[in-house]
């Protein structure tokens, strides 16, 4: 069983940035893959991103944000760049990140607000 804490979220102007961080109970970063997803509304859950073997950001938000880790403390990290309102959502963290027709996790976070508005 894996806990997963997403903190980082808040209130931002467009334009602006934010670095989630995601944090582990138990050293997972370097066994399993993680990821990130969001829930906008009015919108399926969509993935965004994950590090494993390798470190992967989809297309619609590529050159926006990055993905990173830091093994030595299971922290997991979303750094978001020239936020728009339609980034505004409720953001996850997940372990055991895989994909069979869809993106899914084993272990989901709680999530955590991120709302772009002027």
């Known amino acids: 069983q894996v806990q997963l804490v997403e903190s980082g979220g808040g209130l931002v102007r467009p334009g602006g940035s934010l670095r989630l961080s995601c944090v582990a109970s138990?050293?997972?970063?370097?066994?399993?893959?993680m990821g990130w997803f969001r829930q906008t509304p009015g919108k399926d859950r969509e993935f965004l991103g994950a590090v494993g073997a390798i470190t992967y950001v989809v297309d619609s938000v590529k050159g926006r944000f990055t993905i990173d880790r830091d093994n030595a403390t299971n922290t997991m990290y979303l750094q978001m760049n020239n936020l728009q309102p339609q980034d505004t959502g409720i953001y996850y963290c997940a372990a055991g990140v895989r994909y069979n027709k869809k993106w899914s996790g084993d272990y989901w976070g709680r999530g955590t607000q991120v709302t772009v508005s002027s």
């Open positions: 138990r050293p997972t970063l370097s066994r399993i893959s």
